[in-house]
């Protein structure tokens, strides 16, 4: 018996480099695809249907090996795998976030101010406002017209020949700018798009240069400013995802947190035919901003959808459904923070996530004294922890950073309030929630690894 607890980096005499390049291909041409929550959710039906799924509103009764998937308001998915055994027997879940932090714009967006046009901004989840002034952004969103019609807006990606941008003081008129804190050096309500200038020729318009860019969003979409009161419109990087150093070891872009854990989930699942227990891959929304709403988890989606299933395999009552959630085990598939040698110390090395060990298992998140996790029991730790190793699964243990400096939390508190057996586990992340988070190649295929063996 090997005494001691040893971390090794994948790397090393890694005989899986062309899968896991491979792997790294489609995760970012994936992304590329899918900048927003709902872009995700399409392009996953898009993709699971090629894989024969099928919605579940389409069966009267399921049967083993059947493949449903249903969505949640064009903003979530959840696809099963129907399982051999009885489905009070439970479910493996794995369960990620597929909303991203980003700037929506507000109800009332559109301004003039000193001959230039902008649009005003409210930012999403939890962000370094400083980090999104100076950079290419791109317009994603949907807007609902007034006679109902549906406009969706996909408008100056990195292939376009337009961008949008937040404009940044000069140094040399930064005097003030410097003193303040990096949390106050830009506000909230600074983050103001620029969109515009050449004004309409109308010289009684009093507004020309809006009325001028309103004009062009008329001109390319069809909409008006009273439609931006029914739209949701996001702004996020403009640019695709890249590889990452001189060994392109490393994959950079923006949304990886959590779409990294949501596209390794769906990839495993896709691989999952006819297993023991049912398999669910679970893709949620509002994780960024607390999980609340119609398409977090904390909704009662995911509930009612196992309700369906169960009552397409047997004589449904509420005590089936009782039995299939206590009897579950759930991965919450969402990334943590790698150690950052420019960072060192906000991280406790023995227990912090390093690039190429592997995906990551947190057994709680929370802040201080565990203060919102859920925390995960022994019992479970050690199931995962078998499932992994007889997988031949990298893998590593991890806390968010050091225990008084901060914290965090994911959807594994609201799932295990279900009475669900649940443990965090996903990829390790470079650059959180900045405009480009940077994970490993490494890190990424085994995730899809790791999930793919609780899965069956």
């Not at 003030?176 to 004004?199: C, D, R």
């Amino acid at each position: 018996m090997d005494l001691f607890y040893k971390k090794e980096n994948g790397w090393k005499d890694c005989d899986e480099k062309d899968k896991i390049f491979d792997f790294a291909e489609g995760y970012k041409k994936f992304l590329d695809s899918a900048k927003t929550e709902r872009e995700f959710a399409k392009k996953t039906v898009e993709e699971a249907e090629k894989q024969g799924f099928k919605p579940l509103d389409s069966f009267t009764k399921l049967s083993a090996g059947d493949k449903v998937y249903r969505v949640n308001r064009g903003k979530g998915v959840m696809l099963v795998v129907i399982g051999s055994e009885d489905i009070e027997n439970g479910s493996n879940i794995v369960g990620a976030h597929i909303d991203s932090p980003r700037l929506d714009l507000k109800p009332s967006p559109v301004y003039e101010d000193s001959e230039m046009a902008l649009f005003k901004t409210h930012y999403y989840g939890g962000i370094k406002k400083y980090q999104w002034t100076a950079i290419p952004l791109a317009m994603h969103g949907t807007v609902v017209k007034n006679n109902g019609e549906t406009v969706e807006i996909a408008f100056g990606d990195e292939g376009d020949d337009i961008a949008f941008t937040i404009t940044d003081l000069l140094p040399h008129l930064a005097d003030e700018q410097y003193k303040k804190t990096v949390g106050k050096a830009i506000e909230g309500e600074a983050l103001n798009i620029l969109i515009g200038s050449i004004p309409l020729d109308d010289e009684e318009e009093k507004e020309p240069v809006k009325a001028a860019v309103l004009q062009i969003l008329n001109d390319k979409f069809g909409i008006c400013e009273e439609d931006f009161l029914s739209a949701e419109i996001e702004f996020v990087p403009n640019y695709n995802m890249k590889d990452i150093g001189l060994d392109r070891s490393f994959v950079g872009g923006a949304g990886q947190d959590d779409r990294v854990c949501a596209y390794t989930s769906l990839q495993a699942i896709f691989e999952i035919t006819k297993p023991s227990k049912t398999a669910v891959c679970l893709l949620v929304d509002k994780e960024e901003i607390g999980s609340m709403g119609v398409t977090g988890m904390m909704s009662r989606f995911f509930e009612n959808t196992m309700a369906e299933i169960c009552a397409k395999i047997k004589p449904y009552n509420d005590l089936v459904l009782r039995r299939c959630l206590s009897n579950s085990t759930c991965l919450s598939a969402d990334v943590c923070a790698m150690h950052d040698p420019n960072y060192p110390s906000v991280l406790e090395k023995n227990n912090a996530a390093k690039a190429g060990y592997g995906v990551a298992i947190m057994k709680y998140t929370g802040a201080r004294g565990k203060s919102g996790a859920s925390d995960a029991s022994a019992e479970l730790m050690g199931k995962i922890r078998k499932i992994f190793n007889d997988a031949g699964v990298l893998w590593q243990v991890a806390e968010l950073g050091k225990i008084d400096l901060g914290g965090g939390g994911t959807i594994s508190q609201y799932v295990a309030n279900l009475d669900i057996d649940t443990v965090d586990c996903g990829v390790p992340v470079l650059s959180m929630h900045s405009p480009y988070e940077v994970t490993s190649k490494m890190d990424i295929y085994n995730a899809y690894k790791g999930y793919k063996a609780f899965m069956k």
